[in-house]
């Protein structure tokens, strides 16, 4: 039996098989965000044959303080819904299912792009893009919080299948999680609850505006790899409060350490920190990082690694990478 062929039933996002793709920035939204047909194209060539039973469309911005580049998607306005809603039923009608990552930049943004100064929890020098942002009121936290809710509801709007809060690879939601860039005294800071408040906030109000039955995903950057960061201690006991607030997935990957895990060049990168957090969790956990053979794929589950799998640059630059696998494998 392989275990990459296997079906997701028991989740409230039902999936065919195991093979996830995941969120993959391509700078190619048009220039206000909008979606453009070298998107169109773009997920439509990726989902062809519905091979890859998820889709993770990659990170949009929520509002313009929090934009991470330019042509960067997103979903930020009303007016974007139509243009998403072309996305989904071009995956949907390719046989894969669709959920869209939402996201703020904070301090790993760029006055160049965004037009405002950078914002994070604390005056502290974001260490992947060396950026020393303003520290973020507690007015404008609230204002965050209603726009991740409004973001999540216009996916839904647009025809997805789940919704996934970014809270990764050292952007806002990952500078709150982290001590490294967290040294707030209010309860948005302090010990890892005190950490990871705005995002327990964030899933209440995303899960309030989008009804019990529609899929949230949370991914998270479960460990920096750095002296006085997050680690996996700190994830476990977030990943669980996580589940309790009404997470249905959780997609694991790094913190300030961006995509990959130092120190090693074994397929799964994450796999140490998804097998911990699986031990405390009953939810489906994804694992994504340096994964480019089936067979990888095939043992990361056999031995109880993760619960799917996510291939990213291999699918991104063989779109065939998923036909060939499943085909392998049958």
């Known amino acids: 039996m392989s275990y990459l062929l296997s079906p997701l039933d028991k ?6 098989n195991r093979l996830v793709m995941p969120p993959m920035a391509t700078s190619k939204a048009e220039e206000d ?13 990726k989902s062809q044959g519905g091979y890859i039973s998820l889709i993770i469309i990659e990170h949009s911005f929520i509002g313009e303080q929090g934009k991470a580049s330019e042509r960067q998607l997103s979903v930020a306005e009303d007016s974007v819904v139509e243009g998403l809603k072309k996305l989904s039923d071009i995956i949907h009608k390719n046989g894969s299912k669709a959920v ?24 502290i020098c974001n260490p992947r893009k060396g950026v020393i942002p ?17 973001a999540a509801l216009r996916v839904k709007k647009a025809g997805f ?31 890892i ?26 991914r998270l950057g479960a460990c920096d790899y ?54 405390v969790v009953s939810v489906p956990v994804i694992l994504t990082g340096g994964i480019t053979e089936v067979n990888a794929a095939e043992n990361l589950l056999a031995t109880g690694k ?8 291999a699918v991104y630059k063989d779109s065939s990478w998923a036909e060939k696998a499943i085909k392998n494998l049958k």
């Open 11 to 16: 989740c409230k996002l039902t999936l065919k």
């Open 33 to 45: 965000g909008n979606i453009s047909n070298e998107i169109l194209n773009y997920y439509d060539e």
């Open 100 to 123: 869209m990552q939402i996201n703020h930049a904070g301090s790993a943004a760029s006055k160049n792009v965004t037009g405002y100064d950078p914002i994070g929890p604390s005056i």
């Open 134 to 150: 303003r520290e973020v009121t507690k007015d404008e936290i609230k204002s965050i919080i209603k726009n991740f809710k409004d």
């Open 161 to 191: 299948d789940g919704v996934e809060i970014h809270s990764a690879h050292g952007y806002l939601l990952n500078q709150f999680f982290s001590p490294l860039t967290n040294k707030r005294t209010d309860e948005y800071g302090g010990d």
């Open 193 to 218: 609850l005190g950490r990871i408040k705005i995002h327990l906030e964030i899933i209440k109000a995303v899960r309030d505006a989008v009804g019990d039955d529609f899929p949230i995903l949370l």
């Open 226 to 279: 750095m002296d006085g960061g997050t680690t996996i201690e700190d994830s476990k006991i977030a990943s669980l409060e996580f589940e309790k607030s009404g997470v249905d997935i959780l997609d694991i990957s790094g913190g300030f350490c961006g995509y990959s895990a130092p120190d090693t060049l074994e397929q799964g990168y994450f796999s140490s920190l998804t097998e911990a957090i699986k031990e």
């Open 306 to 313: 993760a619960d799917l799998v996510g291939v990213g640059r």
